[in-house]
């Protein structure tokens, strides 16, 4: 299955046997590395899009493929599954399904962990949701990192100024600059929105007691911030 996995992303490979290990090794890590020649003239990016590896085949090849990964994909190795030529892809998804997953919960974890750390300890984070809205908004996160069950329900942002509003839910209009331009939204999906806009890397974790206690949601800013927001917030129950 990997050498005809190979021949199909290298057609030029001999078609009659199948070649040495070193040689299917080497386009498939070319292939991952972006630096295939696939796209012509450009760097593939798919390396960067991958969070994660996993190897399925079996131990022999998927042993010499881990040796000859470069350093910032065997950074993304997760796990190497057995599997024969004769296993289906959906058997062999079926069984890396949960190692997958459990290094997404894992790195979700961590990052709730980091800017939780981040928070208490003066560093690059903002907690709460009228903080990293404004964080967002002007384009200033890195990461946005929710727990799954963060739900601040609706409010309204001003059209005028881009202040959030979370309660009152009737307002005529807007406290900070009189404007009667307000639009409802849903602010989990409004911040969800904004952050993939600006290519914001977003996390979901499913269970983080710490980032719970700061209001289940946070950003790690890209640089330092000059306004007060940037290292304070009102974790719990915040409102503009």
Known sequence: RLWRTCRSLCPGLCSFAPPALDEVVKPLVLFFSGEDGHVEGQKREGAKQIPHLILAGHPTMTTRVREALPSHLLEKLIDAVPASGESSASDIVKTTLAAFVEAEERESRTAADDLARQFHTGGLAVVGTSPSFQVLGRNQAD?????????????????????????????????????????????????VRMAEQDSCHVEVVNRSEALKRLGGVGCLPRYRLSDDYSQHGTPEGDES
């Open 143 to 191: 990461m946005l990192i929710m727990t799954r069950d963060y739900a601040p329900g609706q409010g309204w942002v001003c059209s005028s100024c881009g202040t959030l509003h979370i309660r009152p839910t009737d307002l005529v209009e807007c406290p900070s600059c009189d404007s009667i331009s307000l639009r409802d939204i849903d602010i989990k999906e409004e911040l």
